[in-house]
């Protein structure tokens, strides 16, 4: 029976050491203060004759050293407790309350703050030693004083990159996550391998497709005379053992590996290779600006659509990869799926559309960038715009009771509210008319359809 007591005491013991803050940087305190001890009894027994002075400095040098470096770690700590706080705030208030025992258990923050308390610990105890001595200093324990102080800035840029990191949304899923999988492997049997496939390459890790090296691709499918096809698209989330490429011909292990290793798969999605990411990101800022409680910013939201405006007048009449890739033989090797057009169209407008059909600023502003997008498109490339054109109408009529006010949300303005026709003076009358195609009606805009 006391072997059972026993038994559970770790158990307890365990529990407490993994979800107590403020255990494991105690215990670097106290292991702080025990190294002082024993180095500074290493000292005296030999005399204090280990380090010199040529390493250590004067007595009065190591003092000013010391007093500088456990001031500053004291600050330090206060730093990265406030760091720790406001990590712990912003998941709460963004992202969710039950995030925070994640972050709180974090064993490298836990570490940080271990260190550096534990650095001023053995400092102070150092100095009292370096303050009593006559002419002789206990060099041993100054110089691993030292290592501690540069230990503490290393891990203090470390700490930071780690805090900025674990912010972000992709790091505290990721830390709930890995959590969660860990506990699946522990708790779960692992499952049999599955059958080999020869026209399948599978993902070695999860992950979203970030980065894709085309020519290197090439070269694989050159060598091995076949052909690549790239399941997911760029940003597309890839679990692991997941379809990465479909084989066409044979594709042996060598080239196999260096293939699924070639594409590089992080827990984000990044701007490079993908400017669909940015797109998505301006329209969330738009979005999240005419959702936000408990007030509106629709001119945030004006502010994205100009910038989303101008990405998409760049990308109008330009020429789309078609996703296949040539050898130097004009044979293909490689196939992915891109993007259309279209695609662009409706990740920029579609939501924005709906959330912001009830927003007169937003409605306005929409209807503006569709039309001037329409004038620099290619005729092939009109069609979505103009189907955007017609669902706006279609939305903001069902916004508004008024049709006053519906009239009015349908007016193209750059400014939103601001430069519209309804807004401002005619123009001189000796200026020059606007060319033709702008002011021509559109068919199913708001114009054409009161005329």
């Keep these: 029976m006391a072997a059972v007591v026993r038994r559970v005491q770790r158990f307890r013991l365990r529990h407490l050491a993994r979800t107590r803050l403020w255990l494991l940087p105690l215990a670097c305190v106290l292991a702080g203060i025990g190294l002082a001890v024993a180095l500074l009894s290493v000292d005296r027994s030999s005399g204090h004759h280990i380090v010199g002075t040529g390493v250590t400095g004067s007595a009065a040098s190591v003092q000013t050293i010391l007093t500088v470096a456990s001031t500053a770690l004291v600050t330090l700590t206060s730093v990265v407790l406030s760091l720790t706080l406001v990590a712990v705030q912003l998941a709460m208030g963004q ?25 001023f610990a053995y400092s102070m105890t150092v100095l009292r030693e370096v ?17 501690l102080i540069l230990s503490a800035i290393v891990v203090l840029v470390l700490y930071v990159h780690h805090t900025a990191q674990s912010i972000r949304v992709g790091g505290l899923i990721g830390w709930v996550a890995d959590a969660t999988r860990d506990e699946v492997d522990r708790l779960y049997p692992a499952a049999p391998e599955p059958e080999y496939d020869p026209s399948v390459v599978a993902a070695p890790d999860y992950g979203v497709v970030t980065k894709l090296p085309h020519h290197v691709l090439v070269d694989i499918a050159e060598k091995a005379d076949c052909v690549l096809e790239l399941v997911p698209a760029m940003g597309d989330f890839v679990p692991r053992g997941g379809p ?80 296949r890739h040539h050898d130097a033989h004009g044979d293909v090797r490689l196939v992915e799926r891109v993007m259309s057009w279209e695609g662009y169209v409706r990740l920029a407008f579609d939501e924005l559309r709906l959330a912001g059909a009830g927003s007169p600023q937003v409605a306005r502003r929409l209807r503006a960038a569709l039309e001037d997008l329409r004038t620099v498109a290619p005729p092939e490339r009109r069609p979505p715009l103009d189907r955007q054109l017609e669902l706006l109408d279609e939305a903001v009529r069902r916004a508004y009771d008024d049709d006053a006010d519906v009239d009015a949300a349908l007016v193209p303005d750059m400014q939103g509210i601001g430069s519209g026709p309804d807004v401002m003076s005619p123009p001189p009358r000796s200026a020059s008319p606007p060319p033709r195609d702008i002011r021509r009606p559109l068919a199913g805009t708001a114009g054409a359809r009161r005329g």
């Design 95 to 119: 992202f969710s309350p039950r995030i925070v025992r994640a972050i709180l258990h974090d064993r490298r923050s836990q570490l940080a703050v271990g260190l550096f308390i534990g650095t």
């Design 131 to 147: 303050s009593s001595s006559g002419g002789s200093l206990p060099g041993l324990a100054i110089l691993v004083d030292y290592g």
């Design 244 to 323: 990465l490429f479909v084989v066409v011909g044979s594709l042996p292990e060598p080239h196999r590996s260096a293939a699924a290793l070639s594409v590089i798969l992080e827990r984000e999605r990044t701007h490079q290779f993908e400017p669909a990411f940015g797109l998505r990101k301006l329209v969330d800022v738009a979005t999240r600006s005419i959702y936000s409680s408990p007030f509106q910013d629709p001119t945030t939201s004006v502010q994205s659509i100009n910038a989303i405006h101008d990405i998409l007048r760049r990308l109008a009449p330009r020429e789309f990869p078609s996703g």
